[in-house]
């Protein structure tokens, strides 16, 4: 897991890989809001679909979403609070498969400040 941080109460940075055996590494990743995921494709052919269609990205979110087996990556920063699922279009769907959670946080209710 990739994490950087450029100082107190800055915004994460966090990778996911899908992998060639049809899994998200991790599965599971809790972050602060405001933090980002890279998703990378570490082999096969892949994408990456928010269960509700927040979402969806391969070689990018915008225009080139579809499963790919190019060496792609996309970056998306994650403002709401809750659980947001996902999976890949190719291995999985919102139910079972080829599947992963992030899980947003509010860093003040795990910190018990603002500052």
């Known amino acids: 897991m990739l994490a950087s941080c450029a100082g107190a109460g800055s915004a994460r940075t966090f990778e996911v890989v ?3 055996d049809m899994t998200f590494t991790p599965a599971t990743l ?10 990378r494709n570490g082999g096969g052919v892949h994408n990456v679909v928010a269960d509700d269609n927040r979402f969806r990205c391969a070689v990018n979110c915008n225009t080139n979403t579809a499963p790919s087996a190019l060496a792609w990556s996309a970056g998306v920063q994650f ?9 890949c279009e190719q291995h999985g769907n ?4 080829m599947r992963g959670l992030i899980v947003v946080i509010d860093r003040v209710f795990v910190d018990g400040f603002d500052g």
């Open 94 to 97: 919102t139910t079972s498969g």
């Open 30 to 39: 809790t972050i602060y809001q405001h933090d980002r995921v890279v998703f």
């Open 79 to 87: 403002t709401q609070l809750g659980s947001i699922g996902y999976y």
């Open 18 to 20: 899908a992998n060639p």
